[in-house]
């Protein structure tokens, strides 16, 4: 296989296609996967993820995103950061050097403005009409409502690996609140050598298991990459279950240096694929939840 992209979501469809033309061009995995989560990012019928994502308890658009390139280990992150386009990347621009890679509020922003990225309200009408309909309930949410997480990993012609994510967290989150989205080894990995994997759902049960570096460690162990997704999705299930009495919403996405992939999930999940030996495609897993 010369080339894959794996994503989260059905959103994530047209970024997909974008990505695996970058792919087939010969661009690299970074590349593809900032191009193809800043797609989802633009869309404002997206309301997850960047231009109209989910208010926090404010009635405001935080936005939070990673990077991580596979072949150095190196990665970029921010978090809760207001008024900028697009937190993927922000984040990318962020991972070379050995210190400062990860910024959150009032630090990422003034990093933002310094390097010239674009400015933007992420709150549209929508937005305000769904947090002022929403708002008198906000301790009835449940605790996945509204929450998908875009993640993005590819693998490129020259044998390299990517993992990108991007949100707006949480709806109705508290301020300062980050989930798993922006941390390096919980809602995302890469390691060119091995394989990625990115993860999407409730990020303080993600953080509870570091999900996507456990995914990437199991298929170092030698298993394929739907073994390390199911395993690493089911083992974390499980000891939430047995401590907690429940398990919240999680779901893992792999991609093995192959191109071949895995999915595991604890929830109905849908998911994007493409590679040189497949069109973009949207998959779907149903999970009956007790």
Not at 6 to 24: F, R
Not at 114 to 136: I, M, P, Q, S, W
């Amino acid at each position: 296989m010369k080339y894959a992209v794996l994503a989260t979501w059905k959103m994530a469809e047209e970024g997909t296609k974008k990505a695996a033309k970058l792919l087939a061009e010969g661009k690299d995995c970074g590349e593809a996967v900032i191009e193809g989560i800043a797609m989802v990012e633009d869309n404002p019928a997206f309301h997850s993820v960047g231009y109209g994502g989910r208010p926090n308890a404010e009635g405001r658009v935080f936005l939070d995103g990673g990077f991580m390139n596979g072949d150095t280990l190196h990665f970029g992150a921010v978090g809760s950061v207001e008024g900028f386009r697009s937190a993927v990347r922000i984040a990318a621009s962020l991972q070379d050097g050995d210190a400062n890679n990860f910024l959150v509020g009032e630090g990422a922003e003034r990093y933002a403005e310094a390097h010239g990225f674009e400015r933007r309200d992420n709150v549209t009408a929508e937005t305000l009409e769904l947090y002022e309909k929403e708002k008198e309930r906000l301790k009835e949410l449940s605790a996945y409502d509204g929450h998908d997480t875009v993640c993005f990993l590819a693998l490129d012609q020259s044998g390299s690996l990517c993992a990108a994510t991007s949100t707006s967290g949480l709806f109705m989150k508290q301020p300062g609140r980050i989930g798993d989205t922006p941390l390096p080894g919980v809602g995302y990995y890469a390691d060119s050598k091995i394989g990625a994997a990115a993860a999407t759902g409730m990020g303080e049960e993600i953080m509870k298991g570091a999900l996507s570096y456990a995914a990437v460690r199991f298929l170092k162990d030698g298993l394929s990459a739907q073994e390390a997704a199911e395993k690493a999705v089911s083992e974390l299930n499980d000891t939430l279950v047995e401590r907690n009495g429940y398990a919240n919403p999680m779901s893992l996405i792999v991609l093995a240096k192959d191109g071949s992939y895995g999915i595991g999930t604890n929830i109905t999940f849908t998911y994007c694929y493409a590679s040189d030996e497949e069109e973009a495609t949207v998959h779907e897993i149903i999970v009956e939840r007790e």
